[in-house]
């Protein structure tokens, strides 16, 4: 998994089918987010629609092979810029100058963001990925989230503990609306090894 995300995830989300915000996506962006004006709004990118009904036109470019790992790394960044945007507010500008993670959402407000889960289940729906293979990277997954993800978190936003963004992530009531095996599998180990970690106190 950490040889995929850093090697081929950055050249494959660009192969996504982003456009910038317009006026009015990033008007209604400020004036939910008002601490979005200090993150460099100008250069937001969206992808996908009401229900990701383009998913297929948006993983084209993405080979069979790769699509469970390019799906799970996009729920990861999508679902911590999410997060981070919607309950840190205070955070969110430092994170967005050094990610630029594309908003995922529909059109044409760009906001209320889509939900992450559909990242997962929408493609398996839609036979564009096999949710039964894609279940052997669900526990690397989310081991390396959880280690690579805190760690990056803690070095870039020293003033905010990770664990309060995974616990947020974990319990973000929009994944009970999950479908699908992926999604679902995604879930269940998420906050299992979630809750695993705060009992053997590996958290930060």
């Keep these: 998994m950490q040889h995929y995300f850093h090697r081929r995830f950055p050249l494959q989300i ?20 008002p601490h979005a004006a200090q993150a460099h709004e100008d250069r937001l990118l969206f992808f996908g629609s009401l229900n990701w009904a383009n998913a297929e036109a948006d993983l084209t470019g993405v080979p069979m092979t790769d699509r469970p790992q390019f799906l799970l790394s996009l729920f990861m960044l999508v679902a911590t810029d999410q997060t981070l945007q919607m ?5 969110y500008p430092r994170w967005r ?24 289940w929408v493609p398996e729906r839609e036979r564009l990925v ?21 760690r990056f978190l803690g070095e870039v936003l020293p003033e905010l503990p990770p664990s309060r963004v995974f616990d947020c992530i974990v319990d973000d009531p929009r994944a009970a609306a999950a479908h699908g095996v992926l999604a679902t599998a995604v879930r269940a180990e998420l906050a299992h090894v979630w809750r695993q970690r705060l009992r053997e106190k590996r958290v930060a």
């Design 130 to 150: 096999d949710g039964e293979f894609a279940l052997i990277f669900v526990n690397e997954f989310v081991e390396f989230m959880f280690e690579q993800l805190g």
């Design 14 to 33: 660009q192969r996504l089918n982003l456009r910038p915000a317009d006026d009015a996506e990033v008007c209604a962006l400020l004036r939910n987010r």
């Design 97 to 120: 100058q050094l990610t630029y993670i594309p908003k995922f959402g529909p059109t044409p407000q760009g906001l209320p963001d889509a939900n992450p889960y559909e990242l997962l």
């Design 87 to 91: 309950r840190f507010d205070g955070a």
